[in-house]
């Protein structure tokens, strides 16, 4: 983060579980090392299925735990995300609910929890995902019921409760320009369009070293080149809007070698050099800093080791392609 700053960039942080890991003393000592991480996103505790678990039922505890520790910290907070299919809970999804209550319930829940961090967030990520791998709309039971005025209705709420937070579009496998990073601009557009706010895209970084087919690992993008980062983040731009880089991590197959190890290095160092040369992209985030609790292996159990600090704490390769880039 201290090398984020002399750089001209707002953060450089990490996302975490806090209220998961707290028991962790060494864990949490690192997580307050504000010359490494000058920012934290919530990895689940700020999220729907979290929030609000059952309807008009709602919970911050998880949340504000992180929340008062950045403050404590002086970091600053991401807000992580209030629409997303993955996290969206099961009394929305198995509802069968109308149009007119889905848009009330998405309204309901965006009020509440913005209003809850009201003046805290640094940005909120108003919605998650809304595309799928190719650049066509995600099936979800927000696009099913309401169509794509989801996203413009869930912006226009969020930017009635918080003015001062910057809003967020975020998503994966558009690190590059691709079908999907077009689809995303088009997203930018759209909401632009209904003449409400929309202040960032946040590309999610989560890289696949793998060298398997995309297929393999739905959740994944593909690890760009450094021009190619820079291509996509100047063509966010264009429309007006600042870029972060949300989410990185870069997995590998486990157990990793030296080689995996380097290619993850250099992996780190294209993301951290594209986005220092890009004036709008603002700040960096890692998604969690250990291999010890990278969400990885739970998804994808052939890979993991995605993180800058392995599993003892100790800095690996990766940890030095931030440096080398800065
Ligand atoms: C993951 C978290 O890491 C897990 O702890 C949680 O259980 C599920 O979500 N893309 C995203 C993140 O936008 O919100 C996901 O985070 C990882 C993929």
């Known amino acids: 983060h201290d090398a984020a700053v002399a750089r001209g960039k707002l953060y450089f942080g990490t996302a975490s579980d806090w209220w998961e890991f707290q028991h962790d003393e060494p864990y949490t000592k690192q997580l307050n090392n504000t010359h490494d991480f000058g920012q934290l996103t919530a990895l689940a505790t700020m999220k729907m299925d979290a929030i609000q678990p059952e309807r ?17 910290n002086g970091q600053h907070l991401r807000c992580h995300s209030t629409v997303w299919h993955l996290s969206t809970p099961s009394w929305v999804t198995a509802g069968n609910f109308d149009n007119d209550t889905l848009v009330e319930i998405l309204k309901d829940h965006i009020n509440r929890t913005v209003s809850h961090y009201k003046g805290r967030c640094y940005a909120w990520d108003v919605v998650n995902e809304a595309l799928d791998v190719n650049g066509g709309w995600r099936e979800s039971v927000w696009y099913n019921t309401i169509g794509p005025a989801y996203l413009p209705i869930a912006f226009a709420t969020a930017a009635q409760v918080d003015p001062g937070a910057k809003l967020y579009y975020n998503d994966f496998g558009i690190e590059l320009p691709s079908p999907k990073a077009t689809a995303a601009q088009n997203i930018v557009k759209l909401i632009k369009s209904y003449g409400v706010r929309i202040d960032g895209v946040g590309i999610q970084a989560h890289t696949d070293l793998s060298g398997m087919p995309p297929e393999a690992h739905f959740e994944l993008g593909s690890s760009p080149s450094y021009d190619e980062t820079v291509a996509v983040m100047k063509q966010f731009v264009a429309l007006g809007v600042e870029v972060a880089i949300t989410e990185l991590d870069a997995s590998i197959i486990t157990p990793s070698n030296s080689a995996s190890l380097a290619m993850q ?30 969400w990885v292996p739970s998804t994808f159990p052939d890979l993991g080791d995605a993180l800058p600090w392995d599993k003892d704490f100790l800095k690996k390769p990766a940890y030095n392609g931030i440096m080398k880039a800065f």
């Open 56 to 72: 008009g039922i709602f919970n911050f505890t998880g949340g504000d735990t992180l929340a008062n520790l950045a403050s404590a």
């Open 265 to 294: 290095a250099d992996a780190y160092y294209n993301f951290t050099a594209a986005c220092l040369t890009v004036k709008e992209c603002v700040g960096i985030t890692i998604w969690d800093w250990t291999d010890k609790y990278t």
